[in-house]
Structures are given as structure tokens and as C-alpha cells.
DNA sequence: GGTAATCAAATTGGCGCCAATTTATGATCC
DNA sequence: GGATCATAAATTGGCGCCAATTTGATTACC
């Protein structure tokens, strides 16, 4: 009956912070869309306290990642079609213009980094769980656009990721398409190298619209 | 001395919501970069509790308007050249690039309505105050990118504007500037009326790099 | 037997108190 | 006379209690 209590870990010396934890369960689908998410479950579960609750899931509406319902409560929000649609309308868009910039500014050194989160990506398809991939993948793609020069970027695109993935998961449906995402990386990572930047454009933006 | 009891308003009976209250204060320039927040002050000055302040401090936080020194307290964040720099130029990207949608979708209605709002932005130049001004920009440039037909893209763009703008009275130095705006989202909707995508992108450019 | 109203259990959410930390003040010592 | 240390005031921030609202169940009624 009660999903919260079945998942609940072994107790944590000390939390980090909460909303964080809550977030990650979320990410990772064990907090499904349209779960309540009740204060003395969420109490128990992270081992904390009332307020620290409340603050958590106040961050998290704010974040657009849970809904409330005055009176009513708290729960993980529902997956929107039209709003992921439109979230990887803005990200080619972003992502697609600084593609020359990303080239321009690209060390060697640079390069050779990406190749590494790159290979650990392709790693963690064999031996790694879903929210580990989930991560390397986001971690990939930082330091990809961090090579644009724009911080502010790097921080928007990673917060509106967040935003309407409820369950990124989910994204990725196969293993095949996983693989194929692992690939698309070492080309985009090939295409800076050679300095195409029309090739880098084309790869950025079926990366992103078929993830 | 303190700076908050100064400005402190007539008591209203029911607070809508602090968060606003403050937001809108910082937006106006009443609550200057590097003002300390104090808990008490605000309680005082808003009508309301100390839950509800720091609720409130915290969404503030989550916005980026709003600094947190742990033991220390609250203070506006002090305006960040480089930022400020950083999001007009994804403002840039991002307006420009849905050019060609805003020309493609704007119906003679749609046209009409533009016209309504830069008119009222021009009124306001002569007889209201820097906040009203703001918000009639602000309602321009928010149905402007409407009719791109990407609801996220109005959200997103409206987040990080008031993440940045501290004090968004400062952006406008002088009267002529404002006045040159004015002209500018007139020959924007000149463009749309003309369907001259070239036009209109080109303007968008302009308009916002030099605010 | 089904439906509606009433009552009890559970949950949300507002509010204030008190401890911990920091800052300002004043006294003492060099 | 200036600097340093100790003390006191002020501010932050953690925590729990209790009222208001809602949900579910039991009972009475049609």
C-alpha cells in the first residue's frame, strides 16, 4: 500500500540535504510521476526532520519537478508530452548556435577530456545502473557546453533538463538506442576535432531531438 | 541607519504573497545589491511571519536574487557584469533563432495586439513610473515571444531576466534610451507586419545587446 | 440494498520558542 | 593610548506543537 515505506534505506548518519536525496529518487523512477509525496513518509524515509521536509518540497515546486496542492499535499509531477517537446525545441536551438563557439574554443587538452567522459559513458551502458549513465551523460554533455565560454548556459540547460524529465529513465527506451547515443558522442567529439562545424550542428541536433 | 524601516509601507491588511513583495522591491530598486536582509525587518516591513520570511528568502535564493552566508544571513545579490552579459547573449540566441516561427504564426490580431502594448510602453515613457515601464516591456516582449508557439521558451526567458536584473531600473540610463526602445519594438512589429524575417532578426539583435 | 450524512482518523500547514553562532561593546592589560 | 580579550546583545536557524482542512469509514435513513 504504502510505496515509500517498501523503498525506505538504511538510515544515513547524516543527510546531506534532503532535497537533493528526494530529487535523485525522483530521477531515478523511484519516486514515479503522480506519487503523494506525504511529510511523515518523507520524514522517515530520509531520516529528518518536519521543516526540513516542507523546505525541500517548497524547492522542488519551485524547481517545477513536484505539484502542490494547497490542503491536499505534494506529488511528483506527472510527465508532460507537449513540455519535453518543447524543453528539446530550446536545447537544439541553444545548443545548435554555440556549436562554432564550441569548436573555436576547444584545446587539445579539451578534447581529450571529453573523449574520457565520452569512453565512461560507453562504459557505464555495460556496467553501470541507470541513474550512473544518467549522470556521465549530463556530465558529457557540461563540459561539452561549458566550451562555449557561457556559464550561465551550462547552469540553464542543466536546470531545465531536470525540469521536465521526471523519470529520464524512461528516455532512453533500448539498449540499442543507448549504444547509439554512446556513438552519436564519439562523432560530435570527432567532428570538433576536425573542425566541421556544419557536421557538429547536424549531430547535436538529431542527438538531441531523438533522445 | 536601517534603510528598511525607512521605506517601510502603510500596513496592509492581507499579504498576497511575500515572495512577490520582495521580488518586486528588489526589482524596483528599493532594495539596492547588498542590502542585508534581516529577518525581522522584513517581518515588520511585509506585515507578516517569520516562516514566512524565510520561505520567501529561500525562493529568493533559488531565483538567484538573493545571496545566503550561512550564520550570517541574506543579502540582494550584487549585479554580475558577466552575467548580465552572459544571458543577453542567450537572449540573443534564442529570440533570434524564433524569428521565423513569430513571423510565421502572427495573425493580423496578433499584429494589432503588439501595437497595443508598445503603444502603452510609449505612453508610460511620458507618465508612469520605472516599474510600470518594466512590466509594460516585459508584457511586450513576453506576447512578442508568444507567438513563436513555445510556452516554455516565454517561461524560461522571463526566469532569467529577473534572475540577473537587480535592479532593472539601472538598465535604462537615460530617457533618450528608453525612447529609442520604444521606436525599436515599433519597427519590430513593422517587420512582422512586413513578413521581413531578416528584418526582425536583425532588430531582436540590436535591441537586446544594447538595453 | 444503495445512498447520504455524520463522525473519527490522518494529514497539512501556521506559528512561536529556544539553542547556537555571530557581532558589537566595553573593560582590561600591555 | 591602542590592542586584545571577555562579555552581552542581537540574529540566525532548528524543532515541535496544535489548529484547520480533508479523507475514509461507519451508521442511519430512504
Redesign the interface.
Known amino acids: 500500500m504504502n510505496s515509500l515505506e517498501a523503498t525506505a534505506r538504511a538510515q544515513e548518519p547524516q543527510s546531506p540535504d534532503v532535497t537533493e536525496l528526494i530529487l535523485q529518487d525522483i530521477l531515478a523512477g523511484r519516486l514515479p510521476p503522480g506519487t503523494w509525496l506525504k511529510q511523515i513518509d518523507l520524514e522517515r524515509r530520509y531520516n529528518c526532520t518536519r521543516p526540513e521536509v516542507r523546505?525541500a518540497l517548497?524547492?522542488l515546486v519551485?524547481?517545477r519537478l513536484v505539484e502542490h496542492v494547497p490542503n491536499r499535499g505534494y506529488h511528483v509531477h506527472e510527465q508532460d508530452g507537449?513540455?519535453a517537446q518543447?524543453?528539446s525545441?530550446?536545447r537544439v536551438?541553444?545548443e545548435v548556435?554555440?556549436s562554432d563557439r564550441i569548436i573555436a574554443n576547444a584545446s587539445a587538452a579539451d578534447i581529450a577530456n571529453l573523449r574520457v567522459f565520452a569512453l565512461r559513458f560507453d562504459d557505464l551502458v555495460l556496467n553501470g545502473t541507470m541513474l550512473e549513465l544518467y549522470e556521465a551523460n549530463l556530465v558529457f554533455h557540461r563540459h561539452l557546453l561549458a566550451l562555449a565560454g557561457?556559464?550561465?548556459?551550462v547552469e540553464?540547460i542543466t536546470e531545465?533538463r531536470q525540469r521536465t524529465s521526471s523519470a529520464p529513465v524512461s528516455q532512453w527506451r533500448t539498449r540499442a538506442r543507448i549504444e547509439q547515443s554512446g556513438r552519436e558522442h564519439q562523432q560530435m567529439v570527432d567532428a570538433i576535432e576536425r573542425r566541421d562545424v556544419g557536421h557538429l550542428m547536424e549531430l547535436t541536433r538529431r542527438h538531441i531531438l531523438q533522445a
Open positions: 523546505r517548497d524547492r519551485q524547481k507537449r513540455r518543447e524543453v525545441d530550446i536551438i541553444l548556435a554555440v557561457n556559464q550561465e548556459l540553464l531545465i
